[in-house]
Structure formats: C-alpha cells, structure tokens
C-alpha cells in the first residue's frame, strides 16, 4: 500500500511501454516522478486519493493517447506538471476541488479535445499554463473566482473553436 512515489521515482524511465494505472492508496505524486517516460500510452487518470501532483511529475511523457481525468482531491497543479504531454486524444478533466494551476503545467500538450472549463475553485492561473497547448475544439470556460490570469496562459491555443467565456 504506497502512499508516496518519492522524488524522481520513475524519471526517464523511457522502456516503460503500456498504460500506468495508479493505486487507490497513492495520496503524493512528487517532483519529476514520472518525468521522461514517453512511451507510457492509454489514458491517466489520477485517483481521488491523490492531493499532490508535483513539479515536472509527469513533464514530456508523450505518448498518453486517451484522456487525463484528474481526481477531486487534487488543490494544485505544480509547475510544469504535464508540460510537454503531446498525444492525448480525449479530454482534460480538471479537479473539482483545484485552486492553483501552476507555471506551464500543461504547456506544450496537444490532443486534447471537448471543452475545457476551469472549476469554480480555482483562484490562480499561473504564468504560461495552457501555453501552445492545441487541440481543443470546444468552449474554453474560466471560472469567476479566478483572480490572476497570468501571463500568455492560452497563447498559441490553436484549435478553440466554441466560445470563450470569460469571468465577470
């Protein structure tokens, strides 16, 4: 029963071939912990257990071909969580219960399709997060409690084709 997977746990583990399935116990994925593992593919979806996901955990694993579904539990994306993360194929959904999205963490993922709605919870959009990220081909909806929308956080979005609403 894991509940932590440490610091670089798994980096560049690039022979890893498949789909990763985390455990129900697992509370903490940490820095770097699956950074430069691109050839793990299928869809990733973080459990409800998971509070923690950090910095660069999963930064350039490019060949997921399905969907990320971020679990309710999770309050912060750290920075460059996902950046690099090219390949999806189904739709980003966001935590619940997020309040932070940090520096460019889904910078540079692509594939992703659907709406994108950032949750009620979420205050703070740090810099660069959703930079050059294209594929989207739904509505972009931004919650009303954010306070700071950083900056060029949906520069270069290619591909939004359904409205963009705005908070008030």
Known sequence: SVKNLGNGS????????????????LTQILDNTFCNCYRLSGS??????V?????????????FTGSLILGNNITKIND??????F???????????????????????????????????VIIIGKYAFYK???FNGTLTLSNMVKKIQHYNF?????????IKLPN
């Open 10 to 25: 798994f980096c560049d583990c690039y022979g890893f071939d498949g789909n990763l399935k985390i455990s129900q116990n």
């Open 44 to 49: 990733l979806t973080i459990p409800n257990y």
């Open 87 to 121: 390949g999806f194929s189904g739709t980003l959904s966001l935590s619940s219960n997020l309040k932070e999205i940090g520096i460019e963490s889904f910078s540079y993922c692509s594939g992703f399709i659907g709406n994108l709605t950032i949750p009620n919870t």
């Open 155 to 163: 520069a270069y979005c290619s591909g939004l084709i359904g409205n």
């Open 51 to 63: 509070i923690t996901i950090g910095f660069q955990a999963f930064f350039n694993c490019s060949s």
């Open 80 to 85: 460059f969580a996902f950046s690099n993360c």
């Open 133 to 135: 990220c294209y594929g």
